[in-house]
């Protein structure tokens, strides 16, 4: 089983759509959690931090669930510019660096 | 405003060939690191390293070595180039290695070995 698994997609949503994805986490130990995000061809960047109760940055709103080992990102009003891949990420801390693990991804593309 | 530059964006090598790719970040971040990305499989972590002078292995280390001589620069060198590292690239750095701090990431390096 992979450490952190999320479906590839393509989660295909009209424009003004409310879509949500799920990422699970195999390591109980895990003790951060992110949201990035990647456009075709270039870098991850960083989309969300996924606290504990629960966190919104405008249209979009992150869950964390320990119990069942997973979080969610939930992105309303879809905008055509939100078209891209979210990988969720998961930080273990082993006392001399974090480790970091990345899903593959969750493609999102949203149209007209 | 350059943040992490990585070099070169695209490459081409034959299969034995050695290079190094280039990282730099003038944000004066202590931990760098080295990913590869390949389909279906997420990034991955090659080496890292938590300040000068130190380096370590990260999940994918065979067939590569790092060295941290400044905190600025990483440079990830293929000994021996082989068709298993075509892939994609990043360089990362962050302000330490703990879970509060953004990760942020070169553009990107594409490397293909025929």
């Known amino acids: 089983r992979k450490e952190v698994e999320q479906d590839p997609g393509p989660f295909n949503v009209p424009e003004g759509a409310t879509v949500a994805f799920n990422c699970t986490y195999s390591?109980?130990?895990?003790?951060?959690f992110f949201w990035y995000r990647q456009d075709c061809r270039k870098e991850p960047k960083l989309l969300m931090s996924?606290?504990?109760s629960g966190n919104e940055d405008g249209r979009f709103t992150a869950q964390l669930n320990r119990a069942s080992q997973y979080i969610s990102l939930l992105i309303r009003d879809s905008k055509l510019s939100d078209s891209a891949t979210y990988l969720c990420?998961?930080?273990?801390?082993?006392?001399?660096?974090?480790?970091?693990?990345f899903g593959t991804g969750t493609r999102l593309q949203v149209t007209l | 405003n350059a943040g992490v530059t990585q070099t070169p964006k695209f490459q081409v090598l034959k299969t034995g060939q050695s290079m190094t790719l280039q990282c730099a970040q003038d944000?004066?971040?202590?931990?760098m690191s080295w990913y590869r990305q390949d389909p279906g499989m997420g990034l991955r972590l090659i080496h890292y390293?938590?300040?000068?002078?130190?380096?370590d292995q990260g999940e994918v280390p065979n067939g590569y070595n790092v060295s941290r001589s400044t905190t600025e620069d990483f440079p990830l060198r293929l000994l021996s180039a082989a068709p298993s590292q075509t892939s994609v690239y990043f360089c990362?750095?962050?302000?330490?290695?703990?879970?509060?701090?953004?990760?942020?990431f070169g553009e990107g390096s594409w490397l293909t070995v025929v």
């Open positions: 944000m004066n971040h202590e931990y």
């Open positions: 390591n109980s130990a895990s003790q951060s």
């Open positions: 390293s938590v300040g000068a002078g130190i380096t």
């Open positions: 996924v606290y504990s």
């Open positions: 990420v998961v930080n273990i801390d082993t006392g001399t660096a974090s480790k970091l693990t």
């Open positions: 990362a750095s962050s302000r330490a290695g703990g879970p509060g701090n953004t990760i942020y």
